[in-house]
Protein backbone atom coordinates (compact mmCIF):
# COMPACT_ATOMS: atom_id res chain seq x y z
CA UNK A 1 0.00 0.00 0.00
CA UNK A 2 0.74 3.64 -0.81
CA UNK A 3 1.18 5.73 2.52
CA UNK A 4 2.67 9.10 3.85
CA UNK A 5 3.31 8.85 7.75
CA UNK A 6 3.99 11.79 9.36
CA UNK A 7 4.30 11.33 13.29
CA UNK A 8 5.07 14.46 14.62
CA UNK A 9 1.26 16.08 15.00
CA UNK A 10 2.72 19.65 16.68
CA UNK A 11 5.85 20.69 17.40
CA UNK A 12 6.91 24.21 19.14
CA UNK A 13 9.98 25.90 19.30
CA UNK A 14 11.10 29.08 19.91
CA UNK A 15 13.01 31.92 17.33
CA UNK A 16 16.05 30.92 16.06
CA UNK A 17 16.10 26.93 17.10
CA UNK A 18 16.44 24.57 14.22
CA UNK A 19 13.46 22.51 13.77
CA UNK A 20 13.15 18.78 11.58
CA UNK A 21 9.76 17.37 10.54
CA UNK A 22 9.89 14.09 9.17
CA UNK A 23 8.32 12.27 6.47
CA UNK A 24 8.40 8.29 5.81
CA UNK A 25 6.76 7.18 3.12
CA UNK A 26 5.73 3.42 1.91
CA UNK A 27 5.44 2.51 -1.93
CA UNK A 28 6.54 -0.40 -4.37
CA UNK A 29 7.01 1.38 -6.97
CA UNK A 30 10.71 2.33 -8.13
CA UNK A 31 9.38 5.38 -10.39
CA UNK A 32 7.63 8.33 -7.78
CA UNK A 33 8.17 11.82 -5.98
CA UNK A 34 7.86 13.21 -2.79
CA UNK A 35 6.39 16.49 -2.22
CA UNK A 36 6.31 19.55 0.84
CA UNK A 37 3.43 21.78 1.43
CA UNK A 38 3.41 24.63 3.73
CA UNK A 39 -0.41 25.23 4.91
CA UNK A 40 -0.45 28.81 6.59
CA UNK A 41 -3.24 30.08 8.46
CA UNK A 42 -5.01 31.31 5.54
CA UNK A 43 -5.63 27.81 4.62
CA UNK A 44 -3.42 27.86 1.04
CA UNK A 45 -1.31 25.23 0.32
CA UNK A 46 2.23 26.24 -1.01
CA UNK A 47 4.48 23.86 -3.06
CA UNK A 48 7.84 23.95 -1.29
CA UNK A 49 9.71 20.93 -3.58
CA UNK A 50 9.31 18.15 -5.54
CA UNK A 51 11.98 15.33 -5.23
CA UNK A 52 12.35 12.33 -7.86
CA UNK A 53 12.97 8.64 -6.25
CA UNK A 54 16.14 8.81 -8.53
CA UNK A 55 17.82 11.85 -7.10
CA UNK A 56 18.92 11.32 -3.40
CA UNK A 57 20.79 14.59 -3.37
CA UNK A 58 20.03 17.19 -0.34
CA UNK A 59 18.62 20.32 -1.47
CA UNK A 60 19.00 23.58 0.36
CA UNK A 61 16.76 26.54 -0.13
CA UNK A 62 17.82 29.30 1.69
CA UNK A 63 16.98 28.45 5.88
CA UNK A 64 15.75 25.68 4.16
CA UNK A 65 16.71 21.85 3.65
CA UNK A 66 15.96 18.40 2.69
CA UNK A 67 16.85 15.20 3.47
CA UNK A 68 16.16 12.56 1.18
CA UNK A 69 17.24 8.62 1.90
CA UNK A 70 15.91 5.67 0.03
CA UNK A 71 17.13 3.13 2.44
CA UNK A 72 14.88 4.59 5.19
CA UNK A 73 12.16 5.42 3.19
CA UNK A 74 12.31 9.17 4.43
CA UNK A 75 12.00 12.52 3.16
CA UNK A 76 13.00 14.80 6.17
CA UNK A 77 12.43 18.84 6.08
CA UNK A 78 14.60 21.26 8.31
CA UNK A 79 14.66 24.64 9.02
CA UNK A 80 17.28 26.02 10.21
CA UNK A 81 17.10 29.67 12.59
CA UNK A 82 13.09 29.39 12.71
CA UNK A 83 11.09 32.34 12.29
CA UNK A 84 7.36 33.14 13.27
CA UNK A 85 6.35 33.45 9.60
CA UNK A 86 7.16 29.66 9.68
CA UNK A 87 4.53 28.81 12.13
CA UNK A 88 1.96 27.10 9.79
CA UNK A 89 0.77 23.01 9.07
CA UNK A 90 3.29 21.51 6.36
CA UNK A 91 2.63 18.54 4.81
CA UNK A 92 4.63 15.61 3.19
CA UNK A 93 3.27 14.03 0.12
CA UNK A 94 3.75 10.96 -2.50
CA UNK A 95 2.36 10.76 -5.95
CA UNK A 96 3.50 7.58 -7.94
CA UNK A 97 1.68 5.72 -11.21
CA UNK A 98 -1.53 6.86 -10.55
CA UNK A 99 -0.56 10.62 -10.75
CA UNK A 100 -2.61 11.09 -7.25
CA UNK A 101 -1.19 12.57 -4.69
CA UNK A 102 -1.29 11.16 -1.40
CA UNK A 103 -0.84 13.39 1.63
CA UNK A 104 0.32 12.44 5.04
CA UNK A 105 -1.59 13.72 8.14
CA UNK A 106 0.69 16.76 8.43
CA UNK A 107 2.89 18.60 11.03
CA UNK A 108 1.82 21.59 12.71
CA UNK A 109 4.84 24.04 13.49
CA UNK A 110 4.39 26.49 15.91
CA UNK A 111 7.25 28.92 16.57
CA UNK A 112 7.28 31.39 19.08
CA UNK A 113 8.92 35.04 20.03
CA UNK B 1 -1.51 37.83 -12.11
CA UNK B 2 -2.01 34.16 -12.91
CA UNK B 3 -3.42 31.28 -9.99
CA UNK B 4 -6.74 29.86 -8.32
CA UNK B 5 -9.29 31.42 -7.54
CA UNK B 6 -12.12 29.80 -5.13
CA UNK B 7 -14.95 31.28 -4.01
CA UNK B 8 -16.45 31.95 -1.35
CA UNK B 9 -14.32 31.98 1.52
CA UNK B 10 -16.99 30.57 3.44
CA UNK B 11 -20.37 29.13 3.05
CA UNK B 12 -23.06 28.09 4.67
CA UNK B 13 -26.08 26.00 4.00
CA UNK B 14 -29.00 24.06 5.64
CA UNK B 15 -28.94 20.28 5.46
CA UNK B 16 -30.51 18.86 2.50
CA UNK B 17 -29.35 21.96 0.06
CA UNK B 18 -27.33 21.57 -3.04
CA UNK B 19 -24.39 23.33 -2.82
CA UNK B 20 -22.11 24.37 -5.44
CA UNK B 21 -18.06 25.71 -4.66
CA UNK B 22 -16.62 27.59 -7.74
CA UNK B 23 -13.09 26.98 -8.74
CA UNK B 24 -11.41 29.07 -11.48
CA UNK B 25 -7.43 29.38 -12.91
CA UNK B 26 -5.89 31.16 -15.30
CA UNK B 27 -2.74 29.39 -15.27
CA UNK B 28 -3.78 27.14 -18.84
CA UNK B 29 -3.42 23.95 -17.03
CA UNK B 30 -4.73 20.67 -18.02
CA UNK B 31 -5.44 19.06 -14.56
CA UNK B 32 -7.43 20.22 -12.10
CA UNK B 33 -8.64 18.54 -8.57
CA UNK B 34 -10.80 18.91 -5.68
CA UNK B 35 -9.49 17.88 -2.33
CA UNK B 36 -11.35 17.69 1.47
CA UNK B 37 -9.18 18.28 4.34
CA UNK B 38 -11.28 17.23 7.86
CA UNK B 39 -8.92 18.78 11.25
CA UNK B 40 -5.77 16.34 12.32
CA UNK B 41 -6.32 14.63 8.61
CA UNK B 42 -4.22 15.29 5.07
CA UNK B 43 -6.27 16.05 2.10
CA UNK B 44 -8.35 13.60 0.83
CA UNK B 45 -9.00 13.80 -3.57
CA UNK B 46 -12.95 13.82 -4.13
CA UNK B 47 -12.51 14.41 -7.86
CA UNK B 48 -10.19 15.34 -10.37
CA UNK B 49 -9.98 15.83 -14.44
CA UNK B 50 -6.82 15.61 -16.40
CA UNK B 51 -8.92 17.74 -19.37
CA UNK B 52 -12.18 19.04 -20.40
CA UNK B 53 -15.23 17.00 -20.44
CA UNK B 54 -13.58 14.57 -18.69
CA UNK B 55 -13.33 13.60 -15.04
CA UNK B 56 -12.94 11.18 -12.84
CA UNK B 57 -13.77 10.15 -8.95
CA UNK B 58 -11.00 10.28 -6.12
CA UNK B 59 -10.94 8.23 -3.21
CA UNK B 60 -14.03 10.09 -1.65
CA UNK B 61 -16.19 10.72 -4.43
CA UNK B 62 -19.50 9.94 -3.08
CA UNK B 63 -22.13 12.58 -2.32
CA UNK B 64 -20.29 15.06 -4.35
CA UNK B 65 -20.68 15.71 -8.34
CA UNK B 66 -18.71 18.35 -10.42
CA UNK B 67 -18.04 19.36 -14.02
CA UNK B 68 -15.39 20.49 -16.57
CA UNK B 69 -16.70 21.81 -19.06
CA UNK B 70 -14.20 24.60 -19.74
CA UNK B 71 -10.30 24.48 -19.35
CA UNK B 72 -10.44 27.21 -16.56
CA UNK B 73 -13.42 26.32 -14.20
CA UNK B 74 -13.79 22.77 -12.27
CA UNK B 75 -17.07 23.47 -9.72
CA UNK B 76 -17.63 20.75 -7.12
CA UNK B 77 -21.35 20.27 -6.01
CA UNK B 78 -21.93 19.37 -2.88
CA UNK B 79 -25.15 17.41 -2.59
CA UNK B 80 -27.25 16.05 0.19
CA UNK B 81 -26.08 12.94 -0.18
CA UNK B 82 -22.87 13.64 1.29
CA UNK B 83 -23.63 12.49 4.91
CA UNK B 84 -20.90 14.95 6.50
CA UNK B 85 -20.19 17.65 4.26
CA UNK B 86 -19.01 20.50 6.78
CA UNK B 87 -15.42 20.32 5.79
CA UNK B 88 -12.51 22.80 3.76
CA UNK B 89 -12.38 22.34 0.28
CA UNK B 90 -9.07 23.03 -1.79
CA UNK B 91 -9.19 23.52 -5.55
CA UNK B 92 -5.80 22.26 -7.42
CA UNK B 93 -4.67 22.50 -10.77
CA UNK B 94 -1.22 21.26 -12.83
CA UNK B 95 0.25 21.54 -16.08
CA UNK B 96 -0.92 18.01 -16.76
CA UNK B 97 -1.52 14.77 -14.33
CA UNK B 98 2.04 13.05 -14.50
CA UNK B 99 4.08 13.70 -11.38
CA UNK B 100 3.80 17.60 -11.73
CA UNK B 101 3.68 19.65 -8.52
CA UNK B 102 0.21 21.10 -8.02
CA UNK B 103 -1.41 24.49 -7.12
CA UNK B 104 -3.70 25.01 -4.71
CA UNK B 105 -6.57 27.86 -4.21
CA UNK B 106 -7.24 29.90 -1.21
CA UNK B 107 -10.12 27.21 -0.49
CA UNK B 108 -13.82 27.45 0.77
CA UNK B 109 -14.62 26.70 4.31
CA UNK B 110 -18.52 24.70 4.18
CA UNK B 111 -20.33 24.61 7.24
CA UNK B 112 -23.71 22.47 6.98
CA UNK B 113 -26.39 22.63 9.77
Known amino acids: AQKVTQAQTEISVVEKEDVTLDCVYE???????LFWYKQPPSGELVFLIR??????QNEISGRYSWNFQKSTSSFNFTITASQVVDSAVYFC??????????FGTGTRLQVFP | DGGITQSPKYLFRKEGQNVTLSCEQN?????MYWYRQDPGQGLRLIYY???????QKGDIAEGYSVSREKKESFPLTVTSAQKNPTAFYLC????????????FGPGTRLTVT
Open chain 2, 27 to 31: LNHDA
Open chain 2, 49 to 55: SQIVNDF
Open chain 1, 51 to 56: RNSFDE
Open chain 2, 92 to 103: ASSIRMSFGEQY
Open chain 1, 27 to 33: TRDTTYY
Open chain 1, 93 to 102: ALVYNTDKLI
